[in-house]
């Protein structure tokens, strides 16, 4: 795995806030509006030199159809399919910080709920993403990138504590192919992606999943990754309430 250049150090926490409203039994809509904080250091002579990035980064849109809803199934209790559209919002200062892609986006999701046993369930997905090309900005270094297609998973087992609780691990990772240009204007196919260890506590204030409100907290730790910074582990903070 790659790990940050000798003499970094980066944390990264994220807080998601998700509102979603029916528009029936089967179909809704949703906003979603992530808040990325990021404490970056280098090591010098004269100690930490720190450059902290934060704010809001590229709201997302989105709606799924629910084609599956047998919630007393031994087996295949729900599943859906979801588009989502990445308006690309965050500023060109917040972009070459870290914040936000800077590219416009479109996610084709499946997701999918399995009943294993009364308390264990698995809860899964994967998707996916072209993210077009990377905004002009000027001195940031994946300017005017190609980003390209991007596929991802996720494969979480979800164990019920009592109705409003429960704890959450799996799998969850994307790779994607990016075309780069180097400071003569050579162009090359670079990979990417990251693969992390999810752990998550969740609560449900109602008791009740299909409520879909819920609020999470929870750490991605990576095991292999391939990008421009690879932090030890990152913080999530998840909000998700459902009209």
């Known amino acids: 795995m790659e790990v940050l250049p000798e003499g970094w150090y980066q944390s990264v926490s994220k807080f998601t806030t998700r509102i979603g409203y029916g528009l029936s039994d089967i179909v809704e809509v949703g906003l979603v509006l ?20 934060q704010g809001l980064e590229d709201i997302w849109v989105a709606v799924a159809w629910k084609f599956v809803d047998n919630p007393d199934s031994a087996t295949l209790e729900a599943a859906k399919l979801g588009l989502g559209f990445n308006l690309d919002t965050a500023s060109d200062n917040s972009v070459k910080n870290g914040i936000g892609d800077g590219a416009k986006g479109i996610r084709v999701v499946f997701l999918s709920h ?31 990138w190609n980003y390209g297609d991007r596929i991802g998973y996720k494969f979480i087992a979800e164990y019920s504590l009592d109705p409003k609780f429960r704890i959450s691990a799996g799998p969850i990772g994307w790779t994607e192919v990016v075309e780069t240009e180097s400071a003569d204007g050579s162009k090359a196919f670079c990979k990417f992606y990251s693969h992390c260890l999810a752990v998550k506590l969740l609560y449900l204030p109602t008791g009740n999943e299909r409520d879909h409100k819920k609020i999470s907290i929870g750490v991605d730790i990576p095991y292999s990754a391939k990008k421009s910074f690879s932090p030890d582990y990152s913080i999530k903070v998840v909000f998700m309430w459902t009209f």
Do not use: F, M
């Not at 904080?37 to 902290?52: P, S």
């Not at 046993?117 to 270094?141: F, M, P, S, V």
């Open 34 to 53: 992530p808040y990325k904080y990021l404490d970056t250091r280098k090591k010098e002579k004269g100690g930490w030199v720190t450059n902290d990035s």
């Open 114 to 144: 399995e009943h294993l046993t009364n308390t264990l369930h698995l809860c899964n997905h994967i998707y996916y993403e072209w993210i077009g090309r990377a905004r002009r900005i000027q001195d940031w270094k994946k300017s005017d």
